[in-house]
């Protein structure tokens, strides 16, 4: 049985993806910031309600037409994947930080972002959770990257030190392959480079995926 | 050296308290729902850009007083952890679910959630770091419940299928404690109770973690 997990096809050119960035980044930038400036705001009660107030007018506006559930993922014609809602990388999701991962074909994936108070677990820190959330995308952009996409089959993580918020990277590199599992293995950095976080992670591609991104692309998948 | 990681006091009363969700709890849930209908709206583009200029507007509101830096975590004179801007259970954070967790003093905390659009990762699928954020969250409150407070050493998860946005829920037990160090297991599942991840992790609370608590406090530490 396949599972419910379903890749939709989209023809949208490079110059259409790129006016869907700025567009939907942008707004989701905004509202990423409202949601920093909410969470540290002192300001009196009554402006509070007022804020809100406007923010379920707004609400209400970009309500009238939308997508049905989730943003979900799909694959342009050029082959790239468009996951704009990822929690992670989505650059339409203003609950991702969002990290803009580069990649090489030798499987390494790699990142620098900030990680500001949404983000904070212990006070001043980056949330445990979150460092593993973080270094859960980087691994299986590292795996995708280096030919073998899948979902995280395990994932250990070490904490070594904290993470203070602020600029933080990340970098994840495929170990080796074993048939259909992926090896991958990462660590994330605090702002002097100095490694907070290692993970060691198993990315598995299921069968029913394999076919379901096969049915769009000719050419390998790149998560973009 | 003692880290820079600082529980402030504040004295409020459960009241106070109170108030405090009523009103910062409703911001931070609109503003939630303005995320999710950002990222799944399809109304024309100068909506989009209309509705972006008002949200800037209403950013530099709240901005006029803020906290500097992060929410960070405060402990109230009747020794409640005040822990709002937490990226899982934090009321304030537009980030965080929020997760409404409940405990036991045997070490057991569980919780039921919605994790809609925002935490997606493969297509209609909770995104693997979003259930590693959630289960890091609820392993360390059992921890902390069984009366072994401390911040994540190891976590390792194992993705047994995938769980489907929407409905979810997640409990966490204190398996044992040796030393600083408390081993507690736990597991996501999905909407029909079906088991989708399971973990393992040992949480410590280092000496100047456990000081910086004693300052403040008598009796043992509740994170609420």
Known sequence: MR????????????EELEDERVLYGGLADSIRDLADASLRTTVAAEVVSEVRAEVVRL????????????FGVSLSSSGHV?????AVVGLRNPVAPPLVIEK???????????LGALYEGPPGMV???????VLDQLLGEAAAAGGSPGMTGTLNLRYEQNTPLGACSGEAWVDRVE?????????????????????????????WAREALEEHRQRPPRFE
Chains 1, 2 share one sequence.
Do not use: C, Q
């Not at 090489?104 to 900030?114: I, L, P, Q, V």
């Not at 949330?127 to 959330?133: I, M, P, R």
């Open 179 to 207: 048939g259909v599992k992926t090896i991958v293995k990462g660590e994330l950095r605090r702002a002097d480079g100095e490694r907070t976080v290692s993970a060691e992670g198993i990315f598995i591609l299921p069968r």
């Open 127 to 133: 949330h445990g959770g979150v460092a593993a959330l």
């Open 59 to 70: 609400t209400a506006r970009l309500r009238t037409e939308e997508i049905p559930g989730s």
């Open 3 to 14: 599972p419910p997990v379903n890749y939709t096809a989209v023809e949208m050119t490079a």
């Open 82 to 86: 468009r996951g704009h809602g990822n």
């Open 104 to 114: 090489s074909a030798d499987g390494r994936a790699w990142s620098s972002f900030e």
